[in-house]
């Protein structure tokens, strides 16, 4: 029986996808876990395998085509199978498959009318709405796609593939890279990605050799190297700042979190004695057999996650007007880079040991930081942590990462005089900051969770039952 393949939901805040490129083509035989082809979610570009054996029947979506998830994008099955019945049912979508009506297309009726250029838009850090594979040719063939901004003809302007074709093969005098540069930029995909979500302009780093291409490694060290933005302001004047790149996608989550979700925070004084004594223990075992040193977050991880299995309604999120209460737990970290904040995500955080957590979140923390992370480090996300220990912080307030119901604020662990058995004694003492959105829970059960969190930390053994 015929399969429709659909979009598939690569995240808890992935809401569509773009068809990067087809590796099969219709009437080609795919294998259940062959590469069928290449996506790009809202927060990397990846490959889909088939979930079946059969041949494509039908591409319902072409090349650079948005499609929100669950969406058929095309029909596997069997070579003499009549897939009539099903076209029909689905009203015959297939309007996107235009590769032969495109190419067939005049220049003239494709190539947007472009009036003058302005300053502004030669601005070519900030962010233009642009698909992954228009972005890569317009850098390999000098391009300043500022030119097209607004006027692709994908969906709400979206500059495609089909656009940069169309603008390098007709005479228009508009500026390219060469003309604002003196050089033409190419760049390997991973660079390209790279560089959008720092906001750097591959155009500084063109070396104008014929062949030669900008790598992910040369972006990342002139992210390193702009990571203060010049003032060129007076003293006396103001110093602007142009917000873009991933600086521009934490301030649009901030925002959206902020005004959705009616956060409530509240704090807690947890005794980290026994856990200092817990670490030191196993610090030497971990690393002989991970080689790895085991950090107080890794144990805080471990306590949160057998925290959210005794109250699962903390392990959840609000998604319309549903609340889904996860099984597994995954657990995000939050992790700072020069250009912003990233959070990779710990999965199935109760079926692993604290070598393994420690492991697993050490490396992706080394991908982020070197560029080469996954969407799978970054997706699947049912709660978070945010550890800003290390900077002295006593208390805060942590920003729920939406959907999810709740954040946990890790504070400094400082020696402090506490009351024990009618004695003074010094401890080692760490606060926690709970913000969690008042529609998912209320304020007790939120109280309940970060007490057993308080429990788990005070006596660490019980993390290991």
């Given amino acids: 029986m015929a399969h429709l393949f659909r979009m598939p939901q690569l995240g808890s805040t992935m809401e569509e996808g773009t068809i990067l490129r087809w590796l099969k083509q219709e009437g080609d035989k795919v294998k259940a876990g062959e590469i069928l082809l290449e996506i790009e979610t809202d927060k990397a570009s990846m490959e889909v395998e088939s979930e079946i054996d059969g041949i494509v029947r039908k591409i319902l979506h072409a090349e650079n085509a948005i499609v929100p998830i669950t969406q058929p994008i095309a029909i596997i099955g069997t070579t003499d199978e009549n897939i009539e019945g099903l076209l029909n049912e689905l009203g015959g979508n297939t309007s996107s498959v235009v590769s032969a009506a495109v190419s067939s297309a005049s220049t003239s009726e494709l190539v947007p009318q472009i009036t003058s250029v302005s300053p502004e838009m030669l601005e070519l850090g900030g962010k233009i709405a642009i698909s992954p594979r228009a972005r890569r040719l317009a850098d390999s063939n000098g391009v300043a796609v500022s030119?097209?901004?607004?006027?692709?003809?994908?969906?709400?302007?979206r500059i495609i593939e089909k656009d940069i074709r169309a603008y390098l093969a007709s005479d228009s005098t508009e500026p390219t890279l060469s003309d604002v540069y003196g050089l033409k930029t190419r760049s390997t995909p991973l660079a390209a990605r790279i560089a959008d979500d720092l906001g750097v302009d591959l155009g500084q780093l063109s070396t104008g050799l014929p062949g030669s291409r900008v790598r992910s490694e040369d972006v990342l060290r002139l992210a390193q190297t702009n990571r203060q933005p010049a003032v060129t302001a007076a003293p006396n004047e103001t110093a602007i700042i142009k917000m873009s790149g991933m600086r521009k996608r934490i301030a649009d989550n901030i925002v959206k979190s902020s005004f959705s979700a009616p956060h409530v925070t509240l704090t807690l004084e947890v005794d980290m004695t026994e856990a200092a004594a817990f670490r030191a223990k196993l610090l030497p075992e971990i690393e002989k057999v991970y080689g790895v040193r085991i950090s107080y977050t890794d144990i805080i991880v471990k306590a949160v996650a057998r925290a959210l299995n005794d109250h699962p309604i903390m392990n959840a999120a609000l998604i319309g007007d549903e609340i889904h209460q996860y099984a597994h737990k995954n657990i995000g970290v939050a992790v700072a880079l020069d250009e912003g904040l990233i959070v990779p995500v710990i999965k199935d955080v109760t079926s692993k040991t604290l070598g393994t957590?420690?492991?697993?979140?050490?490396?992706?923390?080394e991908r982020a930081r070197t560029g080469k992370f996954t969407p799978d480090d970054l997706s699947g996300g049912t709660f978070s942590i945010s550890n800003l220990g290390g900077f002295g912080i006593d208390?805060?307030?942590p920003v729920i990462n939406p959907p999810q119901a709740g954040i946990l604020g890790v504070c400094r662990i400082a020696e402090k005089p506490v009351v024990r058995e009618k004695q003074v004694v010094i401890r080692s003492m760490m606060n926690l900051c709970l913000s969690f959105d008042h529609r998912v829970l209320d304020g007790a059960p939120a109280a309940r969770f970060l007490q057993r969190v308080q429990e788990l930390l005070e006596c660490p053994l019980l993390i290991l039952v």
Wanted: hydrophobic residues 40%; charged residues 20%; aromatic residues 8%.
């Fill in 357 to 365: 957590i420690s492991s697993e979140f050490k490396q992706m923390v």
């Fill in 147 to 157: 030119a097209l901004a607004g006027r692709g003809t994908g969906p709400d302007g």
């Fill in 395 to 397: 208390v805060f307030d």
